[in-house]
């Protein structure tokens, strides 16, 4: 069992910043990739970005490409996502997940389908102002 906490989410205006951050507990050695999603009311989870948790390659969604950067801290199991001249669009809740079984290496839609993720947190509502 993996266990994951985000946190960072909160109320911001147009054109700011948030640095959202996801701790992992559990059995965590055999992560193979990480993933932020984001969910919006009436919409479906949306890919946002990836990074591969031994090389730290990355990966991201064509909506927040060049605004956000995903990272990760491996002695410290947290995964983070620095989040740049954040859009009105941007609102969602943001969901942390991860992978144990690499089974979400391959294609492009292998890699944005939430159902290759095996543990999701709680998510953690970012909300942006006009």
């Known amino acids: 069992q993996v266990q994951l906490v985000e946190s960072g989410g909160g109320l911001v205006q147009a054109g700011g910043s948030l640095r959202l951050s996801c701790a992992a507990s559990g059995r965590t050695l055999t992560t193979y990739a990480m993933v932020w999603f984001r969910q919006a009311p009436g919409k479906e989870r949306e890919f946002v970005a990836r990074i591969l948790w031994s090389t730290g390659g990355t990966f991201y969604g064509d909506s927040v490409k060049g605004r956000v950067t995903i990272s990760r801290d491996n002695a410290k199991n947290t995964l983070h996502l620095q989040m740049d001249s954040l859009k009105p669009e941007d609102t969602a809740v943001y969901y942390c997940?991860?992978?144990?079984?690499?089974?979400?290496?391959?294609?492009?839609?292998?890699?944005?389908?939430?159902?290759?993720?095996?543990?999701w947190g709680q998510g953690t509502q970012v909300t942006v102002s006009s």
């Open positions: 997940a991860t992978d144990t079984k690499g089974n979400s290496g391959g294609s492009l839609a292998t890699i944005k389908s939430p159902l290759k993720y095996d543990y």
